[in-house]
């Protein structure tokens, strides 16, 4: 079989598959008995086993292969969820993801697999790293009948439990052997039921053995969870384990769990009905391959498309389609093109004066108004595409770091241009890392401030208008204004006169600048301040604004306020002189009029009155070296009121233009990068207008 052809498809669906595993692993080491949550693992794992396998990519197949093993044993309960475990899948699902940017590259690669699959096949076959030690025990001890039974009777009362055989070897020299055994047998009473010892209990407690002793013990906690206990108590120099002795105990043991299981393994009832249907909803056919040729013939073009080709059955439900997303881009410049052509057609229609024109350019311009929001909506995203790799990475690094630290996300369902979504998700982990790291305390730092132990970070989004805002949220001991001020001196950005007249936000701006730092101790992680600078420039690039607020010793919250979209935009056309500028209206609070005289001057800066308060004023004909300044024998001023983060400034403008969707062009790179320059657009007579970024001007 031909597979380029297939491998989009398979990439596609195998992102979301890893990411359904991320995500419910993380579900699973908060809820390991939710056997629900197993099972969604295992459909996961094996759809991605079974096509990845089709696809001809062996190390992704064998690897998920003994994934789904390992799976197996924990949803028959041969195997108990523990730390250990977790830690294993995530690895695995780690390497996964190796293998799959591997395999979008074209090839597998040369990555390692062996370490990660050992590991895996010793806890499929019941060899973890305990059981490894426990092999070295051959411990020998005799049953009578009546014991026997008594542990037959136990193990099936409860089913969950196992039989260890506990020995544990003192150290040379131990003096209190008894206190040592009263000890050990007080957390393995905490951990289970003791059996038997040998010597006997009452020979334990009066010490009359040597070095070595055997504990029987019932109990539902793993053998490393045992192993750890006994082994931390202090003059203990070994332990070892042993939970296959006895083939009779482990026979009874398993027929308890296969009986137990039966009714999951049972092939689906809809086969045996007279009138078979398959549900989609209930029963996945890569779930029970067995039984593909036995499916109704009906069944059958459908399964093997699924399995080899990935195609969408649309008579199964589904009424969505994958599109490249370079064929959305192409439609959304040729929808770009229609634009410029509609206000070059409604300019003609003007001259013209004709009713009957106007009335078709009216009509057309609503059609290609209508066509725009349909191809922007098409190409956006649930921002959960990104918000769902900061769970794993806040679990990561606090387990890292010895923190503890809860998540909290809302807003996922909020919807982004795919070429924002693209961009946005590493500063995003930038501003989190820092979150981690520098911003919530270690737990013995939060309960000396009288705080809960676990720090709390919480992800929101909303739109707000034609923007996105995401906001991060810590806890943690917030930004020193004094050290951000004092860093800022020694950097020489500003002068301490200067730092009289900024507010708390303009200050913490200047985190954000290359080389900042306020943080005593840089770490491989991360440093408050270190990498802000990338996070900004990113932001910057998307048209967005990123800003800073905090209260030292309570936390810190970092916003960022991005375009829906970065193809076409709102603007408010405005004239200085004889040029013509397009200002971007997400920034546009209000217009206003005033007369002349209220301009006044403080220092420097020219102020207004706005609500009150006084208003820095901007002349941009004088930033932008426009020829033909504000006429000053007129008595009114024309002010455009913008919000910039949390800024307020006025910028004067010789004369209002209406409103008008444009396409952002670039540039190019003739003339690259122009501060305060966004981009430019074509209007309706055909002259070309600057698009400015007023953010430069604040």
Excluded at 447 to 476: C, H, M, W, Y
Excluded at 494 to 510: C, S, T
Excluded at 589 to 602: G, L, N
Aim: aromatic share 4%; charged share 30%; net charge negative.
């Amino acid at each position: 079989m031909e597979i380029s052809q297939y491998l989009s498809v398979f990439m596609d669906e195998c992102r979301e598959h890893l990411q359904t595993l991320n995500q419910s692993l993380l579900d699973l080491e908060h809820n390991p008995d939710d056997h629900t949550i197993l099972d969604r693992i295992f459909r996961a794992a094996h759809t991605l086993k079974g096509a990845s396998a089709t696809m001809g990519f062996v190390k992704m197949a064998n690897l998920t292969h003994n994934l789904e093993d390992v799976l197996s044993k924990l949803r028959s309960k041969e195997l108990k969820v523990s730390t250990d475990i977790i830690n294993v899948l995530f690895d695995t699902i780690d390497l996964l993801e190796t293998l799959a940017q591997n395999i979008g590259s074209g090839q597998e690669g040369d990555v390692d697999v062996a370490d990660v699959l050992q590991e895996l096949k010793q806890y499929a076959d019941g060899d973890s790293k305990a059981d490894e030690e426990i092999k070295k025990t051959g411990i020998a001890l005799e049953y009578t009948d009546s014991e026997i039974a008594d542990v037959e009777k136990a193990l099936t009362d409860d089913p969950e439990k196992k039989i260890y055989h506990i020995q544990v070897t003192l150290a040379d020299d131990c003096v209190l052997k008894g206190a040592r055994v009263y000890m050990i047998l007080r957390e393995t009473e905490r951990l289970g039921v003791v059996f038997k010892g040998v010597p006997s209990i009452p020979d334990l407690e009066a010490e009359n053995f040597d070095l070595k002793f055997v504990i029987v013990l019932l109990s539902k906690a793993t053998a490393e969870d045992i192993h750890r206990g006994v082994y931390n108590i202090n003059e203990v120099s070994d332990v070892f384990i042993d939970q296959k002795k006895f083939e009779e105990i482990k026979a009874l043991q398993k027929d308890a769990v296969v009986t137990t299981e039966t009714p999951v393994a049972e092939p689906p009832k809809a086969e045996e009905s007279p009138q078979p249907e398959i549900q989609p909803s209930s029963v996945s056919v890569e779930e029970k391959p067995d039984k593909v040729e036995k499916a109704p013939t009906k069944a059958m073009p459908e399964a093997v498309e699924r399995v080899t080709n990935k195609v969408v059955n649309t008579s199964s439900g589904s009424q969505t389609v994958r599109v490249d997303i370079h064929k959305l881009d192409e439609l959304m410049n040729l929808v770009g093109e229609l634009v410029i052509n509609r206000s070059r057609l409604e300019s003609i229609s003007t001259g013209l004066n004709s009713r009957e024109l106007e009335e078709i350019v009216e009509q057309v311009g609503r059609l290609t108004l209508d066509l725009r929001d349909s191809v922007l909506k098409a190409r956006m995203i649930p921002i959960e595409a990104i918000f769902s790799r900061f769970p794993r990475l806040v679990r990561d690094l606090s387990k890292e770091l010895g923190k503890e630290i809860n998540l909290e996300i809302f807003g996922g369902e909020t919807e982004l241009d795919r070429t924002v979504i693209d961009e946005i998700g590493e500063p995003m982990l930038h501003i989190i890392r820092n979150a981690i790291d520098h911003g919530v305390e270690s737990v013995e730092e939060r309960l000396k401030a009288n705080k809960p132990k676990n720090g709390r970070i919480v992800i929101r989004a909303f739109q707000e208008g034609s923007n996105v805002i995401i906001s991060v949220t810590d806890d943690g001991r917030g930004f020193n204004i004094e050290r951000v001020k004092e860093k800022a001196v020694q950097k020489g950005l500003v002068n301490k006169e200067a730092l009289e007249g900024m507010n708390d936000e303009q200050i913490l701006a200047f985190t954000l600048m290359p080389g900042f730092s306020t943080a005593e101790k840089i770490t491989d992680i991360s440093g408050r301040g270190v990498g802000m600078d990338v996070v900004k420039t990113k932001v910057d690039e998307l048209g967005g604004v990123i800003t800073i607020s905090s209260k030292y010793g309570e936390g810190s919250s970092i916003t960022v306020k991005l375009p829906l979209t970065m193809m076409i935009i709102q603007t408010l056309l405005i004239q200085l002189g004889e040029e013509i500028y397009a200002i971007p209206s997400n920034y546009i609070q209000q217009i206003i009029s005033i007369d002349r005289k209220e301009v006044k001057m403080i220092r420097t800066q020219e102020v207004f009155e706005l609500h009150g308060e006084l208003t820095p004023l901007i002349r941009l004909q004088e930033l932008l070296d426009t020829p033909n300044a504000i006429n000053t024998e007129i008595d009114e001023v024309d002010i455009v009121i913008l919000k910039i983060g949390e800024q307020i400034i006025g910028c004067a403008v010789d004369k209002i233009l209406p409103q008008r969707d444009v396409v952002i062009k670039s540039l190019g790179g003739y003339l690259g990068s122009i501060k305060g320059v966004a981009g430019a657009t074509i209007l309706g007579d055909g002259r070309v207008a600057l698009i400015l970024d007023i953010r430069s001007v604040a």
